[in-house]
């Protein structure tokens, strides 16, 4: 009897250490777990952007992406965050909804010797692995001088504002008023923030035409609410001769590109979603190679002349 038990206690740590040999072996070939923190998977760009970064994550087997979707909430965005840092992910990619509530997690995540990659938006320090966006200053830019094209130097403007926390809306605005600096008769007469929403373009649009007899151009900090706007123009009769501009320029039947056609939009700005850039950066970062602390993507700027080459 004695005999028997011992034999199945010795049987039993066979099993035990042939269970654990493959446990360790198993985690050494399996996937790689990236979280990516997404602040808010309902707005175009952004669905865009999860599509882009899944498809390329596809094509490497040994790496698992999970989504969390903060829907526009810092404090959810936050505690996505902290989750993914329990379940001990190999690499973050976050996209924070603002710069200054996500901070504090971002840096957390990275001292606990996570990588971290910073997606399109910034946050307020230096504690990250690697940033992929594109030049938000410069795409502001570039709608401020095209804004003076238009205008021939004069005019009054709308400015509808991204979520003003969020730093892609802080440096369109920036970028935007350097770029009209040089023309004293083009104002900025009203700029209210619309949260990156098309509903909220529509509803700004709404007020400043009740405020205002005449806005010659519409400044938008993305294609939705800049097509919001136009919306609510057209809707009061009151498109005059008012420009709208925008940014993001995705391609597809609700995108900027077809805005533009469309004669909607005068201009949008090229802003890629950076999906794949992140995938490829992950890849790297995860086989131990180094990668730039900034990736900068390119934009361009999209008008009737060359919209029919973007669809
Ligand atoms: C989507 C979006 C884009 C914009 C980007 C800036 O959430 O608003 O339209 O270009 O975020 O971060």
């Excluded at 493959?22 to 309902?42: D, H, P």
């Excluded at 606990?112 to 690697?130: A, E, Q, S």
């Excluded at 003076?148 to 979520?163: D, F, Q, R, V, Y």
């Excluded at 950076?274 to 180094?290: N, Q, T, V």
Aim: hydrophobic fraction near 40%.
């Amino acid at each position: 009897m004695k005999k028997l038990s011992i034999k199945i206690n010795v049987f039993a740590l066979i099993l035990i250490s042939i269970a654990l040999v493959s446990c360790g072996k198993k985690k050494e070939s399996t996937a790689f777990t990236i979280g990516f923190s997404q602040c808010n998977s309902a707005e175009p760009w952004r669905e865009a952007m999860n599509k882009e970064l899944l498809a390329e994550a596809a094509k490497y087997p040994d790496i698992d992406v999970v989504i969390s979707d903060a829907q526009q909430d810092n404090s959810k965005q936050v505690a996505d965050v902290e989750n993914f840092i329990v379940q001990e992910i190999d690499l973050l990619i976050i996209s924070p909804n603002e710069a200054q509530p996500l901070t504090r997690v971002v840096e957390k995540a990275f001292e606990k010797g996570i990588p971290v990659i910073v997606l399109d938006r910034k946050v307020h320090t230096d504690k990250f692995t690697t940033f992929i966006g594109a030049d938000n200053i410069k795409i502001g830019l570039a709608a401020g001088e095209f804004a003076a094209k238009l205008l021939n130097g004069k005019g009054k403007i709308l400015e509808i504002w991204g979520l003003k926390g969020s730093t892609p809306a802080m440096e369109r605005d920036k970028g935007f008023k350097e770029g009209i600096a040089n023309y004293p008769d083009i104002e900025v007469i009203y700029e209210q923030d619309g949260a990156w929403l098309r509903r909220k373009g529509i509803e700004i649009m709404e007020n400043a035409l009740q405020r205002y007899d005449q806005i010659d151009l519409v400044y938008a900090h993305n294609d939705p609410m800049a097509i919001g706007a136009y919306l609510a123009a057209k809707n009061a009769n009151r498109l005059d001769n008012t420009f709208f501009i925008g940014i993001d320029g995705l391609s597809g039947a609700e995108g900027g590109v077809q805005a533009v056609q469309n004669k909607q939009l005068n201009a949008t700005f090229i802003y890629p979603t950076g999906g794949k850039e992140a995938i490829d950066a992950a890849k790297k970062i995860l086989s131990g190679r180094k990668v730039d602390k900034n990736i900068m993507l390119n934009t361009k700027t999209i008008d009737i002349t060359n919209a029919g080459d973007f669809k």
